[in-house]
């Protein structure tokens, strides 16, 4: 009977993957372009990684050479959202996933700040409004 | 779920934050193979958005189509796009049956007349009077007729149903057509696929839901979207192919260091999908990552095109060349003209001059 050991399987390593068929570099020399527009016009700029056609360790190749920067944020709303600034400054990975834990969607974000982690504008007066209601009711309570 | 709610105030009754909808927003923009510019428009549009009635027939077909749509591997973009549509026939995944199924149809297609959504996966087999496939009694060639009247659009999910497919295959014994050789006068869209990527069917579903209308489509009627480019063009592998590096053999170095299947019979070249980036089973692989050819399965007549593992042809696209082609693999002219009879897209498909990669690189 045969093992799954003698099955004639070769894992390259992760450099060896992206040194061979060279599908990293592309996206490095687009987030260099998105960085040179954020710096001259203050042009944010996103890019689906889904979109890309990557060979099997390229994705961790790409976030092995984009590293880890100073910034984490978890936004826990539909699924979580899990945000990082590598150590390229305004250079963000961005990755959805559903409540199952499932990747929806992975995106770099070169931008001063992942547009998600700003609070949306209707949230704010809508804030206003809690924060009145529980306040009044207190005052409803203290008054009784 | 009323039916003149839209998606937005769906959302937020059942608690969602407007941080979550972007996300919602976010991921179906990219389900839907939308740049990620898009996704304000995208947001726009699904608040507004409001609940389609989708009937699904399901004809001369294996329920591949429907295992696949089932194994998406994003439960929380379908299922919500799934409990904003109405879903109001599908045989295989309704709890109805019988009597009452068939009377769930006809209430949906009475109340929804001119607005529904109708999805067909499956071929129509028409030999005989159509009476190869029969649900209830009738026909799926009659039944396709009645449920296509009232239908705003068609998808047309698999390949069965694009083209025929699997059923449609020399010698063809059922007479099988694909839903737009029966049907002309709707807007008809193709999700080709043996079978469809998950992701691609609902992408396409979300599009209809966000837009209200169907997506730019090719010449063979599959959205752009998902169909714009070759496996060959986004495949990972294609680094390998322009410097030469090919497996001879499934077994060989070549092969262990994941070069181009091109030799091996990989019709990546001449087929036009979106596994290469969307992949399969959660975006894990897909066959070519797995080690094995393109099979060329969202193609027209990809199974009367030749062994999967033979060398790769490409069709012609014009009368001289599929003539000239025909001579020079030393068929007979009779059969040449015989190929000209039949219909341009069959034509297409079935006359074949075999290519060296010199060819297809130009030289």
């Given amino acids: ?144 | 779920m009323n039916n003149d709610k839209t998606l937005g105030e769906h959302l937020r009754e059942r608690g969602i934050s407007r941080r979550g909808f972007m996300q919602f927003c976010a991921a179906t923009a990219s389900l839907m193979a939308l740049p990620p510019s898009m996704v304000p428009a995208v947001a726009a549009a699904l608040e507004k958005a409001r609940r389609p009635s989708v009937i699904w027939r399901s004809f001369q077909e294996c329920t591949g189509c429907t295992e696949s749509l089932t194994r998406s591997h994003a439960p929380t973009v379908e299922s919500l796009i799934f409990d904003h549509i109405s879903l109001d026939y599908h045989h295989t995944l309704q709890a109805a049956s019988g009597e009452a199924a068939e009377e769930a149809r006809r209430i949906a297609m009475e109340e929804n007349h001119g607005k529904y959504l109708l999805v067909v996966d499956g071929s129509i087999p028409q030999k005989d009077g159509g009476i190869y496939s029969t649900i209830a009694g009738i026909t799926n060639l009659d039944m396709l007729k009645e449920v296509a009247e009232g239908a705003a659009a068609i998808i047309a999910v698999g390949t069965c149903a694009a083209y025929g497919g699997l059923p449609y295959a020399d010698p063809n014994p059922t007479g099988a057509a694909s839903v737009s050789d029966i049907i002309q006068d709707k807007p008809i869209l193709n999700v080709p696929g043996c079978p469809p990527i998950p992701t691609v069917i609902t992408g396409v579903l979300a599009h209809y839901l966000t837009f209200g209308t169907l997506p730019e489509l090719d010449h063979l009627g599959r959205p752009k979207a998902f169909y714009g480019q070759s496996i060959h063009d986004r495949c990972y592998r294609r680094p390998f192919y322009e410097r030469g590096l090919f497996a001879e053999t499934f077994d060989d170095e070549g092969a262990k260091k994941g070069w181009c299947l091109f030799k091996l019979g990989c019709k990546g070249p001449t087929t036009y999908n979106a596994c290469a980036t969307a992949k399969w089973n959660e975006g894990t692989s897909f066959p070519i990552q797995a080690g094995h050819g393109c099979i060329g399965c969202s193609e027209p007549s990809f199974w009367d095109r030749g062994g999967f593992y033979d060398a790769l042809s490409v069709p012609t696209d014009d009368a001289g060349n599929i003539l000239l082609g025909a001579a020079v693999a030393g068929a007979a002219a009779g059969a040449a003209v015989g190929f000209m009879n039949r219909n341009k897209k069959d034509a297409a498909t079935r006359a074949h001059e075999t290519v060296t990669v010199d060819d297809l690189n130009g030289d």
């Fill in chain 1, 1 to 144: 009977m045969s093992h799954i050991q003698d099955i004639p399987i070769t894992v390259l390593d992760r450099q060896g993957s992206q040194a061979q068929t060279g599908n990293v570099l592309p996206i490095l020399n687009e987030i260099r372009y998105a960085l040179a527009l954020l710096v001259a016009k203050g042009t944010s700029t996103t890019i689906d990684l889904s979109a890309i056609p990557f060979a099997p360790g390229d994705r961790e190749e790409l976030e092995r050479i984009l590293g880890q920067g100073e910034v984490s944020a978890l936004i826990d709303a539909l699924g979580e959202t899990r945000i990082r600034e590598t150590d390229y400054r305004g250079v963000w990975l961005v990755s959805h996933h559903s409540p199952q834990g499932d990747n929806l969607a992975t995106q770099i974000e070169v931008t001063r700040t992942p547009s998600l982690v700003s609070t949306p504008e209707q949230d704010i007066p809508d804030a206003v409004d809690a924060l009145d209601d529980y306040l009044n009711s207190q005052l409803t309570q203290e008054s009784a």
